[in-house]
């Protein structure tokens, strides 16, 4: 493993361990100052943001993309061209959302059915809107260190940032108990971000403003926000739904599950964010023989790790809740399978998305429109059947057609130049290796571990216990397949 990879992962992994642990305070000191709905309120705010981010179109994707060959190659004209567009772009973008989001404030009466907040329901909502537009004035600083493979100098500033704000926070919500400063400090993060990469950029780079607009990123971001679409619709539909057909409460109880869900995808997504601009190198060098080599070793990979995280997680995550949020917040053990079925499928798609994004592949916007309806269609169906359930399940429903069938086939033919029946004969390798681990430690975990949890000690013995029986379970499954012994011994020379 090269240094820069080892750094990365090392920066990674600490910012990411450190702000999982404040988010988990702020979700406990939210939920008992400012009470379950209005910590549903803000989980509600926040995937409505979401929509309001579409404005993007794709331009930081196909942007990034654009950056990889002229930084290789030192094309100063052609990256000058890239960075030139997006500025030109996202200073739009921002009075854009600034102005939509504003005239939103007349239909916000008629998604949240509560009088709780009164007129200042509407100025947490602005606040909000001005954030997001915020974001976008130093937007491209990020996407232009990431792809000069600066990944960690990003993590760094973001980390930095996210930990200092989030104690900001959780001491406003203490001492002040009010939302307004709470969102007040997200503001003030965002501009302690831009002073940060601002300095960074205007001390390492000499980017000059040219006329004209890259065609390139134009006809890439077309495609792609038909997929971010689709992402915005299967992601931040849920609580909308709830909202909806349940309560802002029982939006508050899924989404501290979701914190969770949240934390696992960043863990594994740490080593998809240091790959990403290593992988779009090595794709723009290499020939497919070589790209798709590549793409089976970080697969199976993947599904290692995917799997002893959802069995720990299977095992720990109910009495963790408990001692965490209270009894109040305890989810059936039915529903908490459904969520880490799609938990499953996020954690081991990101390695094909990383080489379809690498290819520049983004002209299949046919199957976001695809994944989006399902996933829209069934969960209002089901939630007035089944409630929470039905929501999970529409979201499974649309990840298994979409997500782990139809995409990968895609880019095995598109990107690897392989039939759609070699990547379903892998998968059902790794997921029987998979179901095989899970019965496994299941049965070895009921006849070692102790069912009852009084305190954080016992879940921190607890956990070591599932952990170290579920690594070594999981790896010794794997050691059957040919490809994870050669992964382990790479590894170990280097």
């Given at each position: 493993?090269?240094?820069?990879?080892?750094?990365?992962?090392?920066?990674?992994?600490?910012?990411?361990?450190?702000?999982?642990?404040?988010?988990?305070?702020?979700?406990?000191?939210?939920?008992?100052?400012?009470?379950?709905?209005?910590?549903?309120?803000?989980?509600?705010?926040?995937?409505?943001?979401?929509?309001?981010?579409?404005?993007?179109?794709?331009?930081?994707?196909?942007?990034?993309?654009?950056?990889?060959?002229?930084?290789?190659?030192?094309?100063?004209?052609?990256?000058?061209?890239?960075?030139?567009?997006?500025?030109?772009?996202?200073?739009?973008?921002?009075?854009?959302?600034?102005?939509?989001?504003?005239?939103?404030?007349?239909?916000?009466?008629?998604?949240?059915?509560?009088?709780?907040?009164?007129?200042?329901?509407?100025?947490?909502?602005?606040?909000?809107?001005?954030?997001?537009?915020?974001?976008?004035?130093?937007?491209?600083?990020?996407?232009?260190?990431?792809?000069?493979?600066?990944?960690?100098?990003?993590?760094?500033?973001?980390?930095?940032?996210?930990?200092?704000?989030?104690?900001?926070?959780?001491?406003?919500?203490?001492?002040?108990?009010?939302?307004?400063?709470?969102?007040?400090?997200?503001?003030?993060?965002?501009?302690?971000?831009?002073?940060?990469?601002?300095?960074?950029?205007?001390?390492?780079?000499?980017?000059?403003?040219?006329?004209?607009?890259?065609?390139?990123?134009?006809?890439?971001?077309?495609?792609?926000?038909?997929?971010?679409?689709?992402?915005?619709?299967?992601?931040?539909?849920?609580?909308?739904?709830?909202?909806?057909?349940?309560?802002?409460?029982?939006?508050?109880?899924?989404?501290?599950?979701?914190?969770?869900?949240?934390?696992?995808?960043?863990?594994?997504?740490?080593?998809?964010?240091?790959?990403?601009?290593?992988?779009?190198?090595?794709?723009?060098?290499?020939?497919?023989?070589?790209?798709?080599?590549?793409?089976?070793?970080?697969?199976?990979?993947?599904?290692?790790?995917?799997?002893?995280?959802?069995?720990?997680?299977?095992?720990?995550?109910?009495?963790?809740?408990?001692?965490?949020?209270?009894?109040?917040?305890?989810?059936?053990?039915?529903?908490?399978?459904?969520?880490?079925?799609?938990?499953?499928?996020?954690?081991?798609?990101?390695?094909?998305?990383?080489?379809?994004?690498?290819?520049?592949?983004?002209?299949?916007?046919?199957?976001?429109?695809?994944?989006?309806?399902?996933?829209?269609?069934?969960?209002?169906?089901?939630?007035?059947?089944?409630?929470?359930?039905?929501?999970?399940?529409?979201?499974?429903?649309?990840?298994?057609?979409?997500?782990?069938?139809?995409?990968?086939?895609?880019?095995?033919?598109?990107?690897?130049?392989?039939?759609?029946?070699?990547?379903?004969?892998?998968?059902?390798?790794?997921?029987?290796?998979?179901?095989?681990?899970?019965?496994?430690?299941?049965?070895?975990?009921?006849?070692?571990?102790?069912?009852?949890?009084?305190?954080?000690?016992?879940?921190?013995?607890?956990?070591?216990?599932?952990?170290?029986?579920?690594?070594?379970?999981?790896?010794?499954?794997?050691?059957?397949?040919?490809?994870?012994?050669?992964?382990?011994?790479?590894?170990?020379r280097g």
């Amino acid at each position: 493993m090269n240094i820069k990879l080892k750094n990365g992962l090392k920066i990674n992994l600490i910012i990411t361990l450190a702000t999982s642990f404040l988010s988990f305070l702020t979700n406990k000191y939210f939920s008992e100052y400012m009470g379950a709905e209005t910590l549903g309120l803000m989980r509600l705010f926040t995937q409505i943001i979401a929509y309001l981010n579409l404005a993007d179109m794709g331009i930081g994707v196909a942007s990034a993309y654009s950056l990889y060959k002229p930084l290789s190659e030192k094309n100063e004209y052609q990256v000058n061209l890239v960075i030139s567009t997006v500025d030109y772009f996202y200073k739009r973008i921002a009075i854009l959302i600034l102005t939509i989001g504003l005239f939103f404030n007349l239909f916000l009466h008629k998604l949240i059915e509560t009088n709780s907040y009164g007129y200042l329901l509407y100025i947490y909502w602005s606040l909000y809107v001005l954030n997001t537009a915020v974001s976008y004035v130093y937007a491209k600083y990020s996407i232009l260190f990431t792809a000069n493979q600066e990944y960690e100098k990003v993590r760094l500033i973001q980390g930095s940032g996210r930990v200092i704000f989030q104690i900001l926070q959780i001491i406003c919500l203490i001492k002040l108990q009010s939302f307004l400063f709470f969102i007040i400090v997200m503001i003030l993060e965002n501009l302690y971000l831009f002073l940060f990469y601002h300095r960074h950029y205007e001390s390492n780079y000499n980017i000059k403003k040219v006329k004209g607009i890259d065609k390139n990123i134009i006809k890439d971001s077309k495609n792609l926000f038909w997929h971010k679409l689709g992402g915005v619709i299967v992601f931040n539909t849920d609580y909308i739904v709830l909202s909806k057909f349940t309560s802002l409460v029982t939006i508050a109880i899924y989404s501290s599950y979701l914190i969770v869900y949240q934390m696992l995808i960043t863990l594994i997504g740490i080593l998809s964010n240091v790959l990403t601009p290593i992988i779009g190198k090595f794709v723009a060098e290499n020939e497919k023989k070589d790209i798709y080599i590549k793409w089976q070793e970080m697969y199976v990979f993947y599904f290692y790790i995917s799997t002893i995280f959802i069995i720990c997680t299977y095992n720990l995550i109910i009495p963790f809740v408990k001692l965490w949020l209270g009894e109040e917040y305890i989810l059936p053990n039915l529903t908490v399978i459904l969520i880490l079925i799609n938990l499953f499928i996020q954690m081991t798609r990101g390695v094909t998305e990383t080489f379809k994004m690498a290819e520049g592949f983004f002209d299949d916007t046919y199957a976001p429109f695809l994944e989006s309806g399902l996933n829209l269609i069934f969960s209002i169906v089901l939630v007035q059947k089944i409630g929470l359930d039905g929501v999970i399940i529409g979201t499974i429903i649309s990840n298994v057609v979409v997500i782990l069938i139809l995409k990968p086939i895609l880019v095995f033919k598109r990107c690897f130049e392989k039939s759609g029946l070699e990547y379903l004969k892998i998968s059902g390798i790794y997921f029987f290796l998979t179901g095989i681990s899970i019965v496994l430690c299941q049965l070895l975990m009921e006849k070692i571990l102790l069912n009852n949890i009084g305190s954080w000690l016992d879940w921190i013995f607890k956990s070591s216990l599932v952990g170290i029986i579920s690594l070594f379970v999981v790896t010794i499954v794997f050691l059957l397949d040919g490809k994870f012994r050669k992964i382990l011994k790479k590894y170990k020379r280097g």
